[in-house]
């Protein structure tokens, strides 16, 4: 997805609201936002929204400034807590479901709303319940669930913290749909942190190195040695070598959205995804590129 203007402005947002995070003194708040915005003011405002951000270096600012590396790290635990202590519910509505695969991707669709860089505040369980409930804007189910039954091997791309419980239970269900388990699942987390984004550590935390025969990757968080950019020729291979690839979220969407063969799940949280994507913020999409 191109960039516009208003990422630009989405990105300077998000260096405020790290920064607030990772410490309470106004001086300090500003001296990160003018950096950030110096920054970006001198670099090229092209490719994707992702890729402006790691351009920018904002991460590497906020560490040099506040000497927080991960200002989100309470507000993910508190997630993947909060997700974790509703899985009794997930198995109720689950076992109350026609189609439990369905159910799942419309749950891990649902925890699409634990996004700290699109939303400030968020009700998860009345998220569930209405998107339960809600017609995708954009329905490729059928076409997942056939292609989950017969594939070996899935890519996986997560996206927040706490919304991994959630795709936890999406890949547990195709395995009981199935029979069997995969010959392989790769998930992919951030190599570092970055917004409230799924890193190993999240991972770990919920259980997701639980399920068989699974192995994880990662990706850049913007700071140098945390992984290959999603859009890098790498990534590009590690998609070419799996039967199914699934994205996560409004950031995969953007970094990965120009690519085919992946299908795309997410809340639109965001105007300019939903103008590119077709559909109103609100919808919920399972797309296949």
Sequence with gaps: MKLRLDCVVCIAKQALKAARLASNDEGIQARVLRESLRRLSEIEWAGTPPQLVRASGISDIILRITGI??????LKEESNREALSLLPEIEELLNLSDDRLRTAVKLAIAGNIIDFAAVDKYDLRETINRVLTQNPKIDHYESLRNDLLQAETVLY???NAGEIVFDKV???EAIRVRGEPFKKITFVVKGGPIINDATMEDAIQVGLNDLPNIEFLKVSSGREGTGPERNSPEVQSWIRNHDVVISKGQGNYED???LDGIYFLLMVKCPVVAEDIGAEVGDIIILRK
């Design 69 to 74: 590396t991960d200002p989100y790290k309470r």
């Design 157 to 159: 791309f997560a996206d």
């Design 170 to 172: 999406l890949l547990q």
């Design 256 to 258: 990965l959205s120009e």
